[in-house]
């Protein structure tokens, strides 16, 4: 959501490549500095530009009656995630970054000193420990090394996810909607 966000700005640059792993985490903070209007705007500005998959909150039911627990882990800002869910009637636990929204660039507040600010790996492998079949459904960057830890991974076709896990030589399912994954329902079946 900070990408679509800052790239609704004439602040922000995305540059031809990819930060490098090392400069993730200030990529963030620099995208989140360019955003200079206030929480209300940026929650317009998402619903304008984000394509919401309306699968998705089936699935949210569908695992909810299957006794799978779902977690929303963004490095994203967690209030506007939940908010955003919310509005479409998913309510999920949702974590991720906090944010100062300042007139002058918003200030992102970092959950720990992980890559991207929340561990997404460490709560794979705690909830590995506890003796739970992890399955990651990611995209991006941040959900890299939590791919690499899950017992099955779910990556959005044509992602950065889904292109370092075949660089890696790492089984993944690819999908496009969430519809895609109920067809391959029971979550037994993965």
């Known amino acids: 959501m900070l990408a679509y966000l800052a ?3 004439d602040r922000y640059s995305e540059g031809a490549s ?3 792993e090392r400069e993730y985490r200030s990529d963030i903070a620099r ?3 360019t955003l200079s209007f206030d929480q ?5 500005r998402l619903e304008a530009g984000i394509q919401f998959d309306d699968s998705f909150p089936e699935f949210a039911q569908a695992c909810a009656a299957a006794g799978v627990a779902l977690l929303v882990l963004t490095s994203g800002i967690e ?3 939940r908010r955003y869910l919310a509005r479409r009637s998913v309510n999920l636990p949702v974590i991720g970054n906090g944010a100062e929204f300042r007139s002058d660039g918003w200030r992102i507040h970092f959950r ?3 890559l991207a600010g929340i561990d997404k790996r460490g709560f794979v492998e705690s909830a590995r420990n506890e003796g739970h079949r992890t399955v990651v459904l990611g995209d991006d960057r941040s959900d890299f090394e939590a791919a690499l830890r899950a017992d099955v991974t779910y990556a959005k076709t044509a992602s950065e996810l889904q292109r370092y896990l075949v ?3 790492r089984l993944c399912r690819e999908f496009g909607c969430f519809k895609e994954i109920l067809e391959r329902w029971p979550p037994s079946a993965w």
């Not at 209300?40 to 317009?44: G, I, S």
Request: net charge negative; proline share 4%.
């Open 7 to 9: 790239s609704t700005t």
């Open 18 to 20: 990819l930060p490098l």
């Open 31 to 33: 995208r989140a500095r």
């Open 40 to 44: 209300d705007e940026a929650e317009r």
């Open 79 to 81: 209030e506007l995630v």
């Open 112 to 114: 720990d000193d992980s």
């Open 167 to 169: 660089s890696q030589q």
